[in-house]
Structure formats: structure tokens, C-alpha cells
């Protein structure tokens, strides 16, 4: 009995050391979302008592963002520990099929024959092998080969047959099918956690930036006369993590995350060589942005054009540096799923008009190079031709009290759709353009001309440079039924003589090269419906030689 009792004693020893620590819930308190795919989360986990611990499983954190906070006044040491886990899976492979078959009745094809048993045993390592579904016959579902197999690898499939065990070697199967087939199996997978070392109880929370969880902002207005209806709404791309209550934060601006694509050493997925590989390649802070594969969203069906939506009242948000956060309180959204959440609607001053902007044609090596005209075929250098077209333009006034970061937005009016642009970045207070359509009622002529060069004009840095002096003449031609309201703006390098009208001169930079001011000229004309508007200006400008 004393005997029975020691060893007892020993098998439980051993069991409870086979278990190691236990694993503490981690649940997640907040997360801050940016739009490039990244995610700042905050975990928080109750410590029972002092001793050690696992807190997982834990998802890949960028390199340099993965911090725990113990309770106040505790020593923490902490290990980054593999909890292996088995996830259900689809098999899309012939190597997965036979795992989701072992134990099964099954048939396998060797050499253009099948061999009919129960799948007895498989390698530990199999080699990858593409398959995809063909027909249906006899009621067997039928995968047949679509590459080439991979190199022999060691062991052997192990099938027992009527007539004793058959030993196969991976490469020569060539197909499997069975009356009931299985298409799922459990995967094995290794989860990272963190084993922590506690001297005392209390509430701990951990830090990391991860990729996986992001956010997609656009926007939706219909236009009503001096006014659009203005709304907003952020959709959650969830591929890392399950949200329950969680608040999100959704964060708008150009954060520098140097690391986002370096990994931390704590997610267990690279050797020294390959770490320290990543940290030396260039980090230069390019964005990365996955697609949005499904979405789930709740509408209500209507006989006509919906409108924006329930009025919610722009929330204040919170202004950190240049970041801006729009709150969205109490998530709920497993991993994999898609959610859809309205973040304000607003009446914002919104005016239709037309805009024609016209590239300067001073190009960056100072030649004169007007690539929006071709030249008259005398060969002299003087162009006349289609110009770039006048847009119809829709101009909103952020009068929200938030910042609009860059998004879609859909446009609309009376139910119908007008179309579709990019929203720039646009904070409080400020304007933003929105292009609607090209207006073909609205045709133009431009062109320049060279009528005086001054050659060796300037000498700077050991160059030459001619002084040409240019001519610039716009037309405008309204076919449209009342009168039209255009923006026009010429962008050019070089010093004005004269314009006709008179233009609004906005001198903007010069370049890197002080060789010429950099100015835009801004006329805003009405031309009345069948009439045409001429514009003539006159500029100075150096020219390489």
C-alpha cells in the first residue's frame, strides 16, 4: 500500500509539472486602430497570486512595441513560451485530405489504380502537393494532382488492405476519394504566450502593436442645394483577434511606425540570423493594406434612395499631436469578421462649381516642356490643342468639428448617384474639392507661345540659363443652358508680366534650385450660357540651355 501510494504520489508530480503554469485570460480593454493594417492593443489580466504564470495566446507584436505593466511595486520577469493548439481546418491539399482521413475507409490511387483499405498511419513530415476538386462520380468525391509532387521525403502511408498492410511512399499517391470523405481536420498549430514570474497579485496589462486588425473610413453625402448631408463610417477588418466590449479607437494621421514590418524576437517565428536580417533592411515606414474580403453589415430595405442615416452627432474625439481618435465604445467582432459602424453625420456648406487646372509647363530640369500640348507640325514653338478638361466639382466646408481624414466618398443627389472620389485629408474649418464629372459642355483651347528669348540671360552654378518670355491664351466655351461659375488655375514657374483678366497671384515655394518662383494664377469667371471667355497672361521665366 505505502508502495502504491509513492508511486501515486510521483504520477501526479510528473502530471502537474507535464502542465506547467496556468494560463490566465487576457482580455482585451482597448485597442487604437490605424488605417495601414496595424492595431495598438491593451490587455488587461487579474495575477491571482504571486508565482508563475501564462498569459496567452498572444498574436505576432511589431518589434519594440510588446510591453507588460505588472501591479505597481512587483518584479516581473517574463519568457515568451510555444502553446501548441489544434485548429479546425479546411483540407485544400492532398496532404490534407489524407491527415483528415487517417482512420478512414478510403481509396488511394498508385499508378493509374486504386487501392481500396483504412488509412493506417502517415509521416510526421509530408511533402506539399496541390490538388483541387474535380467531378462527382458514383457519389465519390475525386481530387486528382495539378502539380508536380515535391522531392521524396522520409516514411511511408501506411494502408491496410484485404490483403495485408500496404507501404506507399508520399509521392506516388495520386489521388484519394471515399463514400464519406472528410474535408476538415485539426491542424496543429503553436500559439505564442508569455510565462510570467511574479512576487505579488494584482492587475497586470500588456501592450503591443500587431498587424491584423484595421479599420477602412469613407464617407457618403447628398447634396441638397447649398448643402450636403454629410456622413461617415468606419468599417473593422478583424483577422487577428476576437473583440468582446472592446473600445476601439480609430486613428487618423501619419504616425511613424518605423518597425511595422519587423516582427518582436517574443513572437518565436525567427532564428538570430533572420531577426537581425529584418531590423538591417530598410524601415521606411511604407504602409501595408490588406483587401476586405467579406463585410457584415445591417441595412434596411427601402422603396426609394435611402438617405444618409440617422443623425449622429460628431463626437468630439480626442486630438493627440497630429493623431485624431474617433471613439467607437464597446466592440463586439470574432476574428474574421467584418463591422460596420456610423461615426456622425453633419450638414456641411457644400457649392457646385467647375475648375480647370492647367500643369505648369516648365518641367524639373528648367526646359520648357509642355506635356499637355503637341506641337504644330511647322515645327516652331508654338502648341495649340485639347487642353486638360473643366471639372464639375462639388466644395465642401468641414464644418463638423472634426477632422475628415482621406477616404471614398460617394456622392449623390436626389436619390442618384453623381459618382465617386478620393476626400483628401481635411481638417476643421477647412476645404476640400470633390470631383464629380468632366463637364463636355464646358470645352477649351489653350496654348503658349515663345515671343522673346534673351539667351545666357543668367549664369548659376557653372550653368546657363536663357530668359524666355511667354504667352499664354485660354478659351472657354459655355454650351450649357445658364451660366457657369470656373475656377480657373495655371500653375508656372517664373515671374508675371501681365494678365487678362486680372488673376489672383499666389506665390507658393520656389523649387530646390532657387532659379524660379513657383506662383499659381486663380481666375474666377462667369461665363453666361452660349458665350465664350478668353484669358491671357504674360510670365518671365529661365530656362536651361
Known amino acids: 500500500m505505502r508502495r502504491c501510494a509513492i508511486v501515486l504520489s510521483l504520477l501526479l508530480g510528473s502530471l502537474a509539472l507535464a502542465q506547467g503554469p496556468e494560463v490566465l485570460p487576457a482580455k482585451i480593454r482597448t485597442a487604437a486602430l490605424f488605417k495601414n493594417g496595424l492595431a495598438m492593443v491593451v490587455r ?107 522531392p521524396p521525403v522520409p516514411g511511408f502511408v501506411l494502408l491496410d488492405t484485404r490483403d495485408g498492410q500496404l507501404a506507399l511512399e508520399p509521392n506516388q499517391i495520386k489521388g484519394l476519394r471515399g463514400k464519406q470523405l472528410a474535408t476538415r481536420y485539426d491542424q496543429a498549430q503553436a500559439a505564442v504566450g508569455v510565462k510570467l514570474k511574479l512576487d505579488k497579485p494584482g492587475p497586470l496589462s500588456v501592450w503591443y502593436l500587431t498587424w491584423g486588425l484595421t479599420w477602412a473610413p469613407s464617407y457618403r453625402l447628398d447634396v441638397k442645394g447649398e448643402t450636403a448631408s454629410f456622413g461617415m463610417k468606419a468599417m473593422v477588418v478583424n483577422d487577428v483577434e476576437a473583440l468582446a466590449a472592446t473600445d476601439l479607437q480609430f486613428v487618423t494621421g501619419f504616425p511613424n511606425l518605423r518597425f511595422a514590418q519587423v516582427h518582436d524576437p517574443l513572437a518565436l517565428n525567427a532564428d538570430v540570423t533572420a531577426f537581425i536580417t529584418a531590423l538591417s533592411a530598410p524601415q521606411d515606414g511604407t504602409d501595408r493594406y490588406g483587401g476586405v474580403t467579406s463585410q457584415v453589415m445591417q441595412v434596411r430595405s427601402q422603396d426609394s434612395a435611402p438617405p444618409v442615416g440617422p443623425v449622429y452627432k460628431p463626437s468630439a474625439g480626442e486630438q493627440s499631436e497630429d493623431l485624431f481618435f474617433y471613439p467607437q465604445p464597446k466592440v463586439t467582432l470574432d476574428r474574421g469578421e467584418r463591422g460596420y459602424y456610423p461615426l456622425f453625420t453633419s450638414d456641411v456648406p457644400c457649392r457646385s462649381l467647375f475648375t480647370w487646372e492647367l500643369p505648369d509647363t516648365v518641367d524639373e530640369d528648367y526646359r ?178
Open 44 to 150: 488587461d489580466v487579474t495575477v491571482p497570486a504571486a508565482g508563475e504564470w501564462i498569459v496567452g495566446e498572444l498574436p505576432a507584436p511589431v518589434h519594440g512595441s510588446f510591453w507588460l505593466v505588472p501591479p505597481a511595486g512587483a518584479e516581473l520577469s517574463a519568457t515568451a513560451v510555444n502553446l501548441p493548439r489544434r485548429t479546425p481546418t479546411d483540407a485544400l491539399t492532398l496532404v490534407d485530405l489524407l491527415r483528415a482521413n487517417l482512420g478512414r475507409a478510403v481509396e488511394i490511387k498508385v499508378d493509374n489504380a486504386w487501392q481500396a483499405g483504412t488509412l493506417r498511419a502517415l509521416p510526421e513530415k509530408m511533402p506539399t502537393i496541390a490538388m483541387r476538386q474535380g467531378g462527382r462520380a458514383n457519389d465519390y468525391y475525386y481530387y486528382r494532382e495539378t502539380m508536380a509532387a515535391a
Open 368 to 545: 520648357w516642356r509642355p506635356w499637355w500640348w503637341a506641337p504644330r507640325s511647322s515645327g516652331n514653338d508654338t502648341g495649340r490643342t485639347q487642353s486638360p478638361q473643366i471639372w464639375h466639382v462639388l466644395r465642401l466646408t468641414n464644418t463638423s468639428g472634426v477632422p475628415w481624414t482621406t477616404a471614398p466618398a460617394m456622392m449623390l443627389r436626389d436619390g442618384r448617384i453623381m459618382g465617386q472620389e478620393m476626400l483628401t485629408y481635411t481638417g476643421a474649418g477647412d476645404q476640400v474639392d470633390l470631383r464629380v464629372t468632366r463637364s463636355v459642355d464646358l470645352p477649351t483651347m489653350a496654348s503658349e507661345s515663345i515671343i522673346k528669348t534673351e539667351r545666357a540671360a543668367e549664369h548659376l552654378g557653372g550653368l546657363s540659363y536663357s530668359r524666355l518670355t511667354v504667352k499664354g491664351e485660354l478659351a472657354i466655351f459655355n454650351r450649357k443652358a445658364v451660366e457657369a461659375q470656373i475656377e480657373v488655375r495655371k500653375q508656372l514657374q517664373g515671374e508675371i508680366v501681365d494678365t487678362k483678366p486680372t488673376a489672383d497671384v499666389r506665390r507658393t515655394a520656389k523649387l530646390l534650385s532657387p532659379i524660379n518662383q513657383v506662383q499659381s494664377l486663380v481666375w474666377k469667371v462667369a461665363v453666361p450660357s452660349g458665350a465664350r471667355q478668353d484669358i491671357v497672361y504674360t510670365y518671365t521665366v529661365l530656362v536651361l540651355e
